[in-house]
T-cell receptor
Framework: KNEVEQSPQNLTAQEGEFITINCSYS?????LHWLQQHPGGGIVSLFM???GKKKHGRLIATINIQEKHSSLHITASHPRDSAVYIC???????????FGKGITLSVRP | AAGVIQSPRHLIKEKRETATLKCYPI?????VYWYQQGPGQDPQFLIS???????DKGSIPDRFSAQQFSDYHSELNMSSLELGDSALYFC??????????????FGNGTRLTVT
């Protein structure tokens, strides 16, 4: 069982919809990244958060350390949001970065 | 702002050949991490360096070696390439080792194809 779990594996939405992507983890963490990877592309860190909530443009990330759960919300989704969204958590004494398997999001026009 | 630079972006090699991938961290970052991401897979940690010394080791094959140079750039050397080595190799840099207070910045990766 992965220490960092994401579901579902694939998600399809219509342009303009509000989208929520979830991440849960089974170990203690100190912080968590939300990453975006476009097909064939590199990885971009959207947020790093250790508590509460962060907002950047149409993206909002929240984390609940006690419940071991984080969410990434996309408001007014757009086809250019189509990408793989990965959560990666800093786990362990050395703050090793453990990746979830990612969720493939497709936003249809 | 300067980001993490990786070269080359794409590389095609034949089985049993060697390859060298380069990673230039963000200026003043002293820690570099290497990851391997196979097709449809989540990234796997290979190795990391802090201040030119290996700081952590993951699932890096013995055929691979890496080092960090005095200017903090890092090179991943891969020998006796196998078809299964085809993957996206990306590096990340940070200030300080394993620091959740200093987030990782990721490069765009080198896509290696072994034929």
């Amino acid at each position: 069982k992965n220490e960092v779990e994401q579901s579902p594996q694939n998600l399809t939405a219509q342009e303009g919809e509000f989208i929520t992507i979830n991440c849960s983890y089974s170990v203690g963490i100190s912080a968590l990244h939300w990453l975006q990877q476009h097909p064939g592309g590199g990885i971009v860190s959207l947020f790093m958060l250790s508590s509460g909530k962060k907002k950047h443009g149409r993206l909002i990330a929240t984390i609940n350390i006690q419940e071991k759960h984080s969410s990434l919300h996309i408001t007014a989704s757009h086809p250019r949001d189509s990408a793989v969204y990965i959560c990666a958590a800093y786990t362990g004494a050395n703050s090793k970065l453990t990746f979830g398997k990612g969720i493939t999001l497709s936003v249809r026009p | 702002a300067a980001g993490v630079i990786q070269s080359p972006r794409h590389l095609i090699k034949e089985k049993r050949e060697t390859a060298t991938l380069k990673c230039y961290p963000i200026p003043r970052h002293d820690t570099v991490y290497w990851y391997q991401q196979g097709p449809g897979q989540d990234p796997q940690f290979l190795i990391s360096f802090y201040e030119k010394m290996q700081s952590d080791k993951g699932s890096i094959p013995d055929r691979f070696s890496a080092q960090q140079f005095s200017d903090y750039h890092s090179e991943l050397n891969m020998s006796s390439l196998e078809l299964g080595d085809s993957a996206l190799y990306f590096c990340a840099s940070s200030l300080g080792v394993g620091s959740h207070n200093s987030p990782l910045h990721f490069g765009n990766g080198t896509r290696l194809t072994v034929t």
